[in-house]
């Protein structure tokens, strides 16, 4: 199975499939219009989960981004030889299947002493992130996992999936959290469905039924 490749070919059969990029939702999780991923707060790049210590001298801040990953593989196209679109490819709908990756992204705050007002973000801190996809009977489809001791104050990573997920196998949960240790933990829940329809329905659209 293999990732888009940028050709002409695919490349006009993936305009016609620019409707159907957004992740199917459940529930009050949104994707913002024109993304192909589910944000936990949902809002802008700039939207987050906050935690202050009970001294309040420290925040944390964290945002999850849960992108399903459509992959497929591509085959030759079933046209004629002399055809204009002979010896191309397209995608095939019976390869769909997601490949998901999680993108965290944090910022840790700390008191300045002068102005008494949480806004030092520098220095270095010790961040866990996990996010665990869940099926409906509480089994797990993917989990990640990264512990570092020297994160920056603000920042963000992709961590993949390591297992891909079927389409149309129902609904799913992912529960995520960050924790800067010593501090606190942000975290949350998104609800996602596996159908692939859309990507059915575009594809043919596409390739002319083809």
Known sequence: MKRIRRTRTTALVLASAAAALAPALVGPASAAEGTSYLQDPAGGEKDMKAFRTADKQHKVEGQLRFHPGVVYSMVPRNSAKGDPDWGAQAPDPKTLAWQPKFEFAWAVSDLDPVKKILTLKKGKHPVTLHATLWKADRTKAAEVHSTVQDRPATGSVVLPGSKRIACDTGEY??????????????????????????????FAEGTGGR
């Open 173 to 202: 949960t992912v529960e995520w959290q960050l924790t800067r240790t010593g501090y606190g933990s942000v975290g949350g829940t998104l609800k996602w469905d596996a159908d692939c329809a859309q990507y059915r329905r575009a």
